[in-house]
């Protein structure tokens, strides 16, 4: 099977020139007056966001502000209503034709793009018929066409990256749900994707297996791995954020680093949000 996408599906800009400065300044996730609204209710109300080589970026509100939304749509899996979403440059859902007018895109050119948009769900969704392994190698092989070897070699590594490698030929059912995620991330690893989505990763976990997940995200991190995480673990979004993006009903409400929004917000909605968190801790 032909694996090599035609010239007229786009492909995520490379980084800009191998100079190091200029790589962290390519923009690989931007959206431009976005929108969402399911029948009547407009759940996300115009977000203009910029997300840098390199950056990890936590989102955070109350529940029903719009987060999961957010990410959905980035990824596609949520059209928006009105807006646009560029990964690397390069439009995502759309395209332009020679006269500039805009037209949609084909599902096999979203499912082409989305190739460089790693996704990890609140639910772990991996295969339950497959070993730790083959879960890693699937969509490698039969996305991207690699050969058997060179999926496994890769495999392995984003397995070491988790620090599972011992878990190779496991089946989920033998694991916690802990590692479990874990191996959800080293899936999404295995596409060598330019971000990295969270979508709330630890909330159907026990308490006491949170921490090796967000170890895991904190280890990312470190590696300069761009990441957008929606999350309600605030010490952990303090820790390995970059910056925090604050949502209150649609809209983005505040914006800026950990120290600013989290330690001293200065809109009113963000204060409450942050003095209760506070109080119950």
Not at 16 to 30: C, D, H, L, M, T
Not at 121 to 145: C, D, R, S, Y
Request: with cysteine; charged share 25%; hydrophobic share 40%.
């Amino acid at each position: 099977m032909e694996r090599t996408p035609p010239d007229s599906i786009p492909t995520a800009a490379p980084a800009v020139g191998s100079n190091e400065q200029a790589r962290e300044r390519e923009v690989v996730v931007k959206a431009v007056n976005l929108h969402k609204s399911f029948g009547d209710l407009e759940v996300l109300k115009g977000i203009n966001l910029e997300v840098h080589f390199s950056d990890v970026v936590s989102v955070l509100g109350s529940s029903g502000s719009g987060k999961s939304t957010l990410l959905r749509c980035i990824n596609y899996l949520e059209r928006p209503t009105a807006g646009e979403i560029y990964i690397s440059g390069v439009p995502m859902g759309f395209r332009l034709d020679s006269q500039g007018q805009r037209h949609s895109a084909s599902q096999r050119t979203i499912n082409h793009m989305r190739q460089n948009i790693g996704f990890v769900f609140q639910q772990f969704n991996v295969w339950p018929h497959m070993t730790v392994l083959e879960n890693i190698m699937e969509a490698p092989v039969h996305v991207k066409g690699m050969t058997r070897a060179g999926a496994r070699e890769l495999a392995l590594r984003m397995l070491e990256r988790v620090n599972l490698l011992d878990k190779q030929d496991a089946y989920p059912a033998r694991l916690s749900g802990g590692q479990t995620q874990r191996v959800a991330i080293a899936r999404a690893l295995a596409m060598e994707p330019k971000v990295m989505l969270f979508d709330e990763p630890t909330s159907a976990l026990d308490p006491e297996l949170i921490g090796e997940v967000l170890a895991t995200m904190e280890r990312l991190a470190e590696e300069g791995t761009t990441m957008i995480i929606v999350t309600h673990e605030i010490e952990f979004a303090h820790e390995a954020s970059d910056r925090i993006i604050f949502l209150h009903d649609g809209r983005i409400e505040e914006e800026g680093p950990p120290e600013q929004v989290i330690d001293n917000p200065r809109s009113e909605r963000c204060q409450q949000f942050f003095s209760r968190l506070k109080h119950r801790r």
